[in-house]
């Protein structure tokens, strides 16, 4: 078996890598946490690795964010932008208040619940790109209030482990009429105050699991994840431009219908 310190380098580019995609990074580290055999007591580990990945993206839009922050004062497209982001963002603070301790105490160590969202997940991405409506949105900070919260309201949805928080918004947003690129845009900037508040959250709960002797593997995950983010946004976001979702959807299902055949056979 792997040494602690590469298997901390390995979940934390399994983080890094499968945030921002619609395939759901929770349940993929819940399930590569179990193949490796990593023990994480309070789950401090995956809390503080995911700080990376919400770090590499505030780097990567680094020029945005300065540009709209610098335009609060006069621009008005600066401070509709910040609202629309802070209006979708609500849901998700409704939900984690009402839903997450449940959440974390019943689904998280149900495989069959992420097995099952992994597949529903796909079939309804592969649904939503074969019967949207042609987009009337081709801006990231162009959606409409209304559209802001639809697209906020289906991040809800991703506390289930396996929906994918970055799936749900864009399906939303695609419902919505918003393009592709401009959803997963938007998606990215969600992700911002989203994963921020879920890290502190998790982090108050989590802390009392600090140790001296998890910095290391604290340290690695944390690299890791924020390099493997960093490397993964904007070519993802190229991809999805030119050729859209389908294949990630398709990576869902046969993932799902496998988690369920290894359960099926008393695997994991």
């Known amino acids: ?7 901390a380098c390995l979940l934390g580019i399994v983080q890094g890598v499968t945030e921002f995609l619609p395939v759901s990074s929770t349940a993929h580290l819940l399930l590569s946490e179990r193949w490796l055999g990593y023990q994480d007591p309070g789950g401090v580990f995956t809390v503080m690795i995911q700080l990376g990945s919400i770090l590499a993206v505030v780097w990567l839009y680094r020029a945005k964010l300065v540009e709209v922050a ?4 006069g621009d008005p497209r600066s401070r509709r932008f910040v609202l ?3 209006v979708a963002f609500l849901p998700a603070v409704v939900g984690g208040a009402l839903f997450a301790g ?14 099952v969202a992994f597949i529903v ?3 309804v991405m592969l649904a939503v790109e074969r019967w949207r409506k042609s987009p009337t949105i081709h801006a990231a900070d162009g959606l409409p209030m209304g559209h802001a919260l639809f697209v906020g309201m289906w991040q809800v949805l991703a506390l289930v482990p396996g929906v994918s928080r970055s799936g749900a918004t864009m399906v939303g947003g695609m419902l919505a009429g918003v393009d592709r690129a401009a959803v997963t845009e938007f998606s990215f900037f969600l992700a911002m105050p989203t994963m921020s508040a879920a890290f502190a959250h998790d982090f108050l709960q989590a802390r009392h699991h600090l140790a001296p002797g998890r910095a ?6 944390f690299v890791a994840a924020f390099l493997a983010s960093a490397a993964v946004v ?3 976001l190229g991809y999805v431009r030119r050729s859209g979702f389908a294949p990630f959807a398709w990576y869902r299902i046969l993932l799902g219908l496998a988690l369920l055949a290894a359960i099926a056979a008393g695997r994991v």
Do not use: E, W
């Not at 610098?70 to 004062?73: R, T």
């Not at 449940?102 to 097995?115: D, E, N, S, W």
């Open 102 to 115: 449940y959440v974390k105490r019943v689904l998280y160590g149900t495989l069959t619940v992420v097995a």
């Open 234 to 236: 904007k070519p993802f």
């Open 70 to 73: 610098a335009g609060l004062p």
């Open 121 to 123: 997940g796909g079939i």
């Open 216 to 221: 290391t593997d604290i340290a690695i995950g």
């Open 84 to 86: 629309t982001v802070l």
């Open 1 to 7: 078996m792997f040494s602690s310190p590469v298997q």
